[in-house]
Nanobody, 120 residues
Framework: VQLQASGGGLVQAGGSLSLSCAKS??????IGWFRQAPGKEREFVAA????????SYADSVKGRFTIARDRAKNTVYLQMNSLKPEDTAVYYC????????????????WGQGTQVTVSS
């Protein structure tokens, strides 16, 4: 399995960005987005099951971020609206087989990160 994250950039607070995670290889149960800010541990952002499209979000992004998948394109998207400076981080997509979606140990394959910077 290979994952390719893209779409990061610099945006002002209140703005929007859309991240993409292109997947190749066998399909796993869930694809998730995590982020890691400088000096902080990596944290869960959102996840979606590949087959049913069931979603889960961290409380900090609920109502602002939307995760979706396009099975025909083997791609998962993370639409980020109303961005805040505290959303600044490197964002990673990952895929795994466990139902414990918020735990990074549930994910066996990781893409490279994409930097998101939100200026105040």
């Amino acid at each position: 399995v290979q994952l390719q994250a893209s779409g990061g950039g610099l945006v002002q607070a209140g703005g929007s960005l859309s991240l993409s995670c292109a997947k190749s290889g066998r399909t796993n149960y869930v694809i998730g987005w995590f982020r890691q800010a400088p000096g902080k541990e990596r944290e869960f952002v959102a996840a979606i099951t590949w087959n049913l499209g069931t979603t889960s979000y961290a409380d900090s992004v609920k109502g602002r971020f939307t995760i979706a998948r396009d099975r025909a394109k083997n791609t998962v998207y993370l639409q980020m609206n109303s961005l805040k400076p505290e959303d600044t981080a490197v964002y990673y997509c990952a895929t795994g087989t466990s139902s414990n979606w918020s735990n990074e140990k549930s994910y066996g394959y990781w893409g490279q990160g994409t930097q998101v910077t939100v200026s105040s």
